[in-house]
């Protein structure tokens, strides 16, 4: 048998040895001009595998960096207006302060309110801050503007417009966060824990449950006053300007020239020339005034009871006839929706007397009572006022703390945000890294590798041309 190799079979190994290291030649020099050892799936099926896997793994956390980079202007955001709106309440709380002072004048609490009112507006700026076109404390009504100032029942008041829900966003396999707090948070947080009344007119709370929040005022009217003062004395103006409610005893002393109402004070009375001859307020014990006219004074002495009788309203449009008598009376206002019930047998004086849901009062509106008081709306004595001015100051330190402790919420996001930027950031390198050792090329090493195929090509070529030499001899035999 004859095994001596044919002439095609040499030239099959020839061009075999050629193809195989013409490959490694050419693989060599892609991965050289790539930089990448694994340049399709076929040339590592499990390295392929696992770099797919790694890429998808580092997609999400390039989209979870992605997220946290667009949320962190609306933290920042909203961060420096509640830095700002802590400013503006502690400014506000120093002129209240300055307020209380008992020897300013009205013009100087004019003032006073004409500032408070200037900040009220900053702060409402603060509260409808926007970034961009959204707001930031609209909860996720990112487009509806937050807080809007409406008259309500006659009374300033701003209303929150937004919703309840923050703007949550993913920076985590399965970890949200939220980058916004709503309005109502900050600004308006209730915490109604009780009703309080001021201490003008005699009213009491009633046992029933009221129901409400905020401010307002409970008006008590004058509406007559009954009796004749005697002396030749009549009422100034028919009693129409008179304040007092209930009996009260008045007494002329005209060999002693004095007047008094109930138990105030006794007070001389006007002689002929005096500027109030016909309009002379006499003040009884609880602050209720009657204003007599003694132009027609005869000198005598008298003693007499006069009678004022009264009505009482929460919104200054419907009103009820004021019974001294009655203990759990219910008063409405539609607009707010209050609900009051009230003890109505000590009433003593007519006037404005504010009640307040503690806990109810947001920070707008603390502001807004504020300057109505600086103001004195209701023709209130200067230890009236100062005191109804006092009784804010409660609230608006709530409404103080309710801003530092959102400062801190923020502020603890801003920290968890930071944080998971830093972790993705670490775990993104690392993921860099382990994809990079199984795709990208050792460029020393290819290069040899290149080196050594295109030697061993040309070896195998001068080989194949040696080895495949031919004559018309190897045609005959």
């Given at each position: 048998?004859?095994?001596?190799p044919?002439?095609?079979?040499?030239?099959?190994?020839?061009?075999?040895?050629?193809?195989?290291?013409?490959?490694?030649?050419?693989t060599?020099?892609?991965?050289?001009?790539?930089?990448?050892?694994?340049?399709?799936?076929?040339?590592?099926?499990?390295?392929?595998?696992?770099?797919?896997?790694?890429?998808?793994?580092?997609?999400?956390?390039?989209?979870?960096?992605?997220?946290?980079?667009?949320?962190?202007?609306?933290?920042?955001?909203?961060?420096?207006?509640?830095?700002?709106?802590?400013?503006?309440?502690?400014?506000?709380?120093?002129?209240?302060?300055n307020?209380?002072?008992?020897?300013?004048?009205?013009?100087?609490?004019?003032?006073?309110?004409?500032?408070?009112?200037?900040?009220?507006?900053?702060l409402?700026?603060m509260?409808?801050?926007?970034?961009?076109?959204?707001?930031?404390?609209?909860?996720?009504?990112?487009?509806?503007?937050?807080?809007?100032?409406?008259?309500?029942?006659?009374?300033?008041?701003?209303?929150?417009?937004?919703?309840?829900?923050?703007?949550?966003?993913?920076?985590?396999?399965?970890?949200?966060?939220?980058?916004?707090?709503?309005?109502?948070?900050?600004?308006?947080?209730?915490?109604?824990?009780?009703?309080?009344?001021?201490?003008?007119?005699g009213?009491?709370?009633?046992?029933?449950?009221?129901?409400?929040?905020?401010?307002?005022?409970?008006?008590?009217r004058?509406?007559?006053?009954?009796?004749?003062?005697?002396?030749?004395?009549?009422?100034?103006?028919?009693?129409?300007d008179?304040?007092?409610v209930?009996?009260r005893?008045?007494?002329?002393?005209?060999?002693a020239?004095?007047?008094?109402?109930?138990?105030?004070?006794?007070?001389?009375?006007?002689?002929?020339?005096?500027?109030?001859?016909?309009?002379?307020?006499?003040?009884?014990?609880?602050?209720?005034?009657?204003?007599?006219?003694f132009s027609?004074?005869?000198?005598?002495?008298?003693?007499?009871?006069?009678?004022?009788e009264a009505?009482?309203?929460?919104?200054?449009?419907?009103?009820?006839?004021?019974?001294?008598t009655?203990?759990?009376?219910?008063?409405?206002?539609?607009?707010?929706?209050?609900?009051?019930?009230?003890?109505?047998?000590?009433?003593?004086?007519?006037?404005?007397?504010?009640?307040?849901?503690?806990?109810?009062?947001?920070g707008?509106?603390?502001?807004q009572?504020?300057?109505?008081?600086?103001?004195?709306?209701?023709d209130?004595?200067?230890?009236?006022?100062?005191?109804?001015?006092?009784?804010?100051?409660?609230?608006?330190?709530?409404?103080?703390?309710?801003?530092?402790?959102?400062?801190?919420t923020?502020?603890?996001?801003?920290?968890?945000?930071?944080?998971?930027?830093?972790?993705?950031?670490?775990?993104?390198?690392?993921?860099?890294?382990?994809?990079?050792?199984?795709?990208?090329?050792?460029?020393?090493?290819?290069?040899l590798?290149?080196?050594?195929?295109?030697?061993?090509?040309?070896?195998?070529?001068?080989?194949?041309?040696r080895?495949?030499?031919?004559?018309?001899?190897?045609?005959?035999?």
């Amino acid at each position: 048998m004859n095994i001596r190799p044919t002439q095609n079979t040499n030239f099959s190994l020839v061009r075999n040895g050629l193809a195989i290291n013409l490959s490694k030649l050419i693989t060599a020099q892609e991965q050289v001009s790539t930089g990448k050892k694994l340049l399709r799936p076929s040339d590592d099926p499990v390295g392929a595998s696992t770099v797919l896997g790694l890429k998808r793994q580092l997609g999400g956390v390039g989209q979870f960096l992605e997220s946290i980079s667009t949320s962190r202007p609306m933290l920042e955001a909203g961060m420096a207006s509640l830095n700002e709106t802590g400013s503006i309440l502690a400014e506000a709380r120093s002129l209240a302060i300055n307020g209380l002072n008992g020897t300013l004048s009205q013009d100087d609490r004019m003032s006073l309110a004409s500032e408070l009112r200037l900040l009220k507006e900053r702060l409402l700026e603060m509260g409808n801050a926007k970034l961009g076109d959204r707001y930031l404390f609209a909860g996720t009504a990112s487009t509806t503007q937050p807080f809007r100032e409406d008259s309500v029942s006659g009374l300033t008041r701003v209303s929150y417009n937004g919703n309840e829900e923050s703007r949550q966003v993913e920076i985590g396999s399965g970890v949200d966060l939220a980058i916004n707090l709503p309005g109502s948070e900050i600004f308006g947080k209730y915490e109604v824990s009780s009703v309080t009344l001021g201490s003008l007119t005699g009213l009491a709370l009633g046992p029933t449950a009221n129901q409400g929040s905020g401010y307002g005022y409970v008006h008590v009217r004058h509406d007559a006053t009954l009796g004749s003062p005697g002396s030749g004395v009549t009422l100034a103006n028919g009693g129409a300007d008179d304040t007092l409610v209930g009996d009260r005893a008045l007494v002329i002393d005209g060999a002693a020239g004095t007047v008094r109402l109930g138990t105030g004070t006794v007070m001389p009375i006007p002689n002929a020339s005096h500027p109030d001859l016909d309009h002379f307020g006499v003040s009884d014990e609880n602050g209720a005034f009657v204003y007599l006219d003694f132009s027609a004074f005869d000198g005598t002495s008298s003693s007499t009871t006069l009678t004022g009788e009264a009505s009482i309203s929460l919104d200054e449009a419907t009103w009820q006839p004021l019974d001294l008598t009655q203990t759990d009376l219910e008063l409405v206002d539609a607009g707010t929706g209050t609900i009051l019930h009230l003890d109505t047998r000590r009433v003593v004086r007519a006037t404005s007397e504010l009640y307040s849901f503690e806990g109810g009062v947001n920070g707008f509106d603390v502001l807004q009572g504020m300057i109505e008081d600086l103001e004195n709306i209701h023709d209130l004595t200067g230890p009236e006022l100062r005191d109804r001015l006092a009784s804010r100051l409660g609230e608006l330190d709530r409404n103080f703390e309710n801003v530092q402790s959102a400062q801190g919420t923020l502020g603890a996001r801003t920290q968890r945000l930071n944080s998971g930027a830093e972790r993705l950031g670490e775990f993104e390198m690392t993921l860099k890294g382990l994809i990079s050792d199984r795709e990208d090329a050792d460029l020393a090493s290819v290069i040899l590798d290149m080196t050594k195929a295109e030697q061993t090509l040309q070896v195998a070529q001068a080989s194949g041309t040696r080895l495949l030499q031919t004559t018309l001899l190897d045609y005959l035999r």
